[in-house]
């Protein structure tokens, strides 16, 4: 079959990867050049771990207070936008424990999925992205936090993941010894790995260029022709694809492409900022979450480490924040104060928007709208952690085999 995967990140190279290696005819399409977008900025976390969706009680509450504190973690920028008053009203409605109880098996089973098929694919002689399973450090400060890791820990256990420790003071510092902590402890996760998403994302575009996938860069999905209910062509700019399946992966930008097909889902871009140190003077052992910080750093690579975080609830077009990033290297420097981070100057500073469902679960499967189309989207803050097994989703939808998995959490059209 003749697909056409709209969008470049590590949802739709991830799809074009398993839908090639089935033997279709796959052209990935992308209003970038496909070599900076929300794939490449982020922290680099392949997470089981990750099992709580963003959708949490108290996150409405926290984000209000939240709100007029311009150094703040979480910002939903206030402005009257039907998306956004749609999208909010369903976060508050669905941000219950009950939501956060049974989240946490889907997210698990397809972030432990996408995992498997990472160590795959870093056995490959064409792929070396710098992966680890070192596992991930979440470090609180607070009494209030270490009721939080403890509460994690335990779901953790239940959920199967029970190589998850509890660590005081001592066990942290004698897994860091080369940097002084202020923290009272740690939940160690050490089911989860990283990566240098930078590496991964480079090797994936030449891996499929390689096997005849067709690339097309800097050209935006401007329509589409239907005929009996299922898409038949995709048409940008300059040019019409013909498609017998079409994979909508455009990340915060899949809104407004999904409504060119009068399917609705309930997306908004959230926006992060991250700062990768070169050749890094400070050492870390493993990655790790400031848990009342709200900031994650990732050693990487080697030889650098990436300080990143915030959601800023906002439009695409509204510019950056750079008051965030020095919340965000403040944040680092109460925990860790031997990390001593200038303000880089603003083209240092990376920053990308992340595509938020109205639930804190992916957009994965086919909707009733048009047959032909799957989509795999609304991913927030765990895309490239799950990106493998979404890809790999994608094509057993396509090809009408049994899911790796239930997918029935992530149906598109829940909100219909």
Same mark, same amino acid.
């Given at each position: 079959?003749k697909?056409?995967?709209?969008?470049?990140?590590?949802?739709?190279?991830?799809?074009?990867?398993?839908?090639?290696?089935?033997?279709?005819?796959?052209?990935?399409?992308?209003?970038?050049?496909m070599?900076?977008?929300?794939?490449?900025g982020?922290?680099?976390?392949?997470?089981?771990?990750?099992?709580?969706?963003?959708?949490?009680?108290?996150?409405?509450?926290? /984000?209000l207070?939240?709100?007029?504190?311009?150094?703040s973690?979480?910002?939903?920028?206030?402005?009257?936008?039907?998306?956004?008053?749609?999208?909010?009203l369903k976060?508050?409605?669905?941000?219950?424990?009950?939501?956060?109880?049974?989240?946490?098996?889907?997210l698990?089973?397809?972030?432990?999925i996408?995992?498997?098929?990472?160590?795959e694919?870093?056995?490959?002689?064409?792929?070396?992205?710098?992966y680890?399973?070192?596992?991930?450090l979440?470090i609180?400060q607070?009494?209030?936090?270490?009721?939080?890791?403890?509460?994690?820990?335990?779901?953790?256990?239940?959920?199967?993941?029970?190589?998850?420790?509890?660590?005081?003071?001592?066990?942290?510092?004698?897994?860091?010894?080369q940097?002084?902590?202020?923290?009272?402890?740690?939940?160690?996760?050490?089911?989860?790995?990283?990566?240098y998403?930078?590496?991964?994302?480079?090797?994936?575009?030449?891996d499929?260029?390689?096997?005849?996938?067709?690339?097309?860069?800097?050209e935006?999905?401007?329509g589409?022709?239907?005929?009996?209910?299922?898409?038949?062509?995709?048409?940008?700019?300059?040019?019409?694809?013909?498609?017998d399946?079409?994979?909508?992966?455009?990340?915060?930008?899949s809104?407004?492409i999904?409504?060119?097909?009068?399917?609705?889902?309930p997306?908004?871009? /959230?926006?992060?900022?991250?700062?990768?140190?070169?050749?890094?003077?400070?050492r870390?052992?493993h990655?790790?979450?400031?848990?009342?910080?709200r900031?994650?750093?990732?050693?990487m690579?080697?030889?650098?480490?990436r300080?990143?975080?915030?959601?800023?609830?906002?439009?695409?077009?509204?510019?950056?924040?750079?008051?965030?990033v020095?919340?965000?290297?403040a944040?680092?420097?109460?925990?860790?104060?031997?990390?001593?981070?200038?303000?880089?100057?603003?083209?240092?500073?990376?920053y990308?928007?992340?595509?938020?469902?109205?639930?804190?679960?992916?957009y994965?499967g086919?909707t009733?709208?048009c047959?032909?189309?799957?989509?795999?989207?609304?991913?927030?803050?765990?895309?490239?952690?799950l990106?493998?097994g979404?890809?790999?989703i994608?094509?057993?939808?396509?090809?009408?085999?049994k899911?790796?998995?239930?997918?029935?959490?992530?149906?598109?059209?829940?909100?219909?």
């Amino acid at each position: 079959m003749k697909i056409v995967v709209i969008g470049g990140g590590v949802m739709g190279l991830s799809s074009a990867y398993y839908l090639q290696q089935s033997g279709h005819e796959v052209t990935v399409i992308d209003k970038t050049d496909m070599s900076a977008n929300c794939s490449y900025g982020n922290a680099g976390y392949v997470c089981p771990s990750h099992f709580v969706p963003l959708a949490t009680p108290g996150i409405v509450k926290q /984000g209000l207070k939240w709100m007029w504190n311009p150094h703040s973690p979480f910002y939903v920028q206030p402005r009257l936008d039907w998306g956004l008053i749609d999208w909010g009203l369903k976060f508050m409605r669905i941000a219950t424990p009950e939501h956060v109880e049974r989240s946490a098996v889907p997210l698990r089973d397809i972030a432990i999925i996408s995992q498997k098929l990472y160590e795959e694919w870093a056995a490959l002689p064409q792929f070396s992205f710098a992966y680890e399973k070192k596992g991930l450090l979440e470090i609180f400060q607070t009494s209030a936090g270490g009721d939080h890791a403890r509460h994690v820990m335990e779901k953790a256990h239940e959920l199967g993941l029970t190589d998850t420790t509890l660590l005081n003071k001592d066990e942290l510092a004698a897994l860091e010894p080369q940097t002084k902590i202020l923290a009272e402890g740690a939940v160690h996760f050490k089911c989860d790995a990283h990566l240098y998403p930078n590496k991964l994302m480079q090797q994936l575009l030449a891996d499929l260029r390689g096997k005849g996938v067709k690339l097309v860069a800097d050209e935006e999905v401007t329509g589409f022709e239907k005929n009996n209910g299922a898409v038949t062509k995709v048409k940008t700019k300059t040019m019409v694809y013909d498609a017998d399946a079409v994979v909508l992966a455009s990340g915060s930008w899949s809104r407004e492409i999904a409504a060119l097909l009068q399917v609705k889902i309930p997306l908004m871009p /959230g926006r992060g900022y991250s700062v990768t140190l070169e050749d890094s003077p400070y050492r870390l052992n493993h990655p790790a979450v400031l848990i009342e910080g709200r900031v994650a750093l990732t050693p990487m690579d080697g030889n650098k480490i990436r300080f990143g975080g915030t959601m800023e609830i906002t439009s695409t077009h509204t510019p950056p924040r750079m008051n965030r990033v020095e919340g965000i290297l403040a944040a680092v420097e109460r925990y860790f104060p031997e990390f001593k981070i200038p303000m880089p100057s603003p083209e240092k500073i990376w920053y990308g928007y992340r595509p938020c469902s109205a639930d804190g679960l992916p957009y994965i499967g086919r909707t009733a709208r048009c047959k032909n189309l799957v989509l795999a989207t609304g991913h927030a803050m765990v895309g490239l952690s799950l990106g493998a097994g979404t890809g790999k989703i994608v094509s057993e939808i396509i090809n009408e085999e049994k899911c790796s998995m239930d997918i029935a959490a992530f149906n598109p059209d829940r909100f219909n």
